[in-house]
């Protein structure tokens, strides 16, 4: 019975048009994030590990992070939306 639950209520989902999350590496991926990026090697921006190093402790980085990459604010402009840009910065954050 929770199985026919489920399947029914992600059938409602998909057809409200309700997308399912990607995690954040697939939203780095798919975006073309490391096009310029990398998690450990600086290539044309700053590695994911250095950012994250960066912005530790700081409550306030990820909205900002987002801020810049959906206003296209010393970034170029990402095309995603607000559930994927907060799963990129989210996944760049948690680098180690």
């Known amino acids: 019975m929770k199985t026919l639950r489920f399947v029914v209520a992600v059938a409602g989902a998909v057809a409200a048009g309700v997308v399912l999350a990607q995690s954040g590496a697939d939203v780095v991926k ?13 290539k044309v921006g700053p590695s994911y590990k250095e950012l994250a190093a960066k912005y530790k402790g700081d409550a306030k980085a990820g909205g900002m992070l987002a801020a810049k990459l959906k206003e296209g604010k010393a970034h170029p402009k990402v095309a995603a939306s607000d559930a994927e840009i907060k799963a990129a910065v989210d996944y760049v954050l948690s680098q180690k």
């Open 30 to 42: 798919a975006k073309g994030c490391l096009n310029c990026h990398d998690v450990s090697e600086k």
